[in-house]
T-cell receptor, first 114, second 109 residues
Framework: DAGITQSPRHKVTETGTPVTLRCHQTENHRYMYWYRQDPGHGLRLIHYSYGVKDTDKGEVSDGYSVSRSKTEDFLLTLESATSSQTSVYFC?????????????FGPGTRLLVL | DAKTTQPTSMDCAEGRAANLPCNHSTISGNEYVYWYRQIHSQGPQYIIHGLKNNETNEMASLIITEDRKSSTLILPHATLRDTAVYYCIVRDSNTPLVFGKGTRLSVIA
């Protein structure tokens, strides 16, 4: 399994509070991604990063920001959490040195916004 | 939007081959076919990918039609642990994965 960890694995928070989720990799892969998964919607891309300090928006980026100050860490921040952001969040990584970029996923973070 | 069409659900008897179809009629020449699966509550797991040739690894085989408009993922001897949602995804090497609804495979004892 790819060396990907996510923290925290579970979090309960209140509406309006800031929340930061962390994805940490030990593979030195260039690309990192944040997805959310909700019933009836499957996995949807929030943001991704193609290098340190280089990020781009995905399909559902509103209400989220990201930062990547070093290769191994990709942070997802909810500046002011809302109940609609209750979801399971998955981080993924991929290796740009290969001809075909296979994405590997972390174990997920379950976030409940009350 | 996902560029693939998959059946919503399938059943397979334990020990038999599971054949999961996928239609991708608008696939372009530089797009690969990827298969992932997601076992309940876990992160998606990479299974296999291919461009135009059939591929096999320790988990599964991927059969791609000659016109590349459809493919089939084959799990040769399905076990109860293969019960999962299986996603067929087409992409070129430059884009993040876009997931559709997938096929829910139930392996029955």
């Amino acid at each position: 399994d790819a060396g990907i960890t996510q923290s925290p694995r579970h979090k309960v928070t209140e509406t309006g509070t800031p929340v930061t989720l962390r994805c940490h990799q030990t593979e030195n892969h260039r690309y990192m991604y944040w997805y959310r998964q909700d019933p009836g919607h499957g996995l949807r891309l929030i943001h991704y990063s193609y290098g340190v300090k280089d990020t781009d928006k995905g399909e559902v980026s509103d209400g989220y920001s990201v930062s990547r100050s070093k290769t191994e860490d990709f942070l997802l921040t909810l500046e002011s959490a809302t109940s609609s952001q209750t979801s399971v969040y998955f981080c993924a990584i991929s290796d740009s040195d290969r001809a075909v970029w296979t994405q590997y996923f972390g174990p997920g973070t379950r976030l409940l916004v009350l | 939007d996902a560029k693939t069409t998959q059946p919503t659900s399938m059943d397979c008897a334990e020990g038999r081959a599971a054949n999961l179809p996928c239609n991708h009629s608008t696939i372009s020449g530089n797009e690969y076919v990827y298969w992932y699966r997601q076992i309940h509550s876990q992160g998606p797991q990479y299974i296999i990918h291919g461009l135009k040739n059939n591929e096999t690894n320790e988990m599964a085989s991927l059969i791609i039609t000659e016109d590349r408009k459809s493919s089939t993922l084959i799990l040769p001897h399905a076990t109860l642990r293969d019960t999962a949602v299986y996603y067929c995804i087409v992409r070129d090497s430059n884009t993040p994965l876009v997931f559709g609804k997938g096929t829910r495979l139930s392996v029955i004892a």
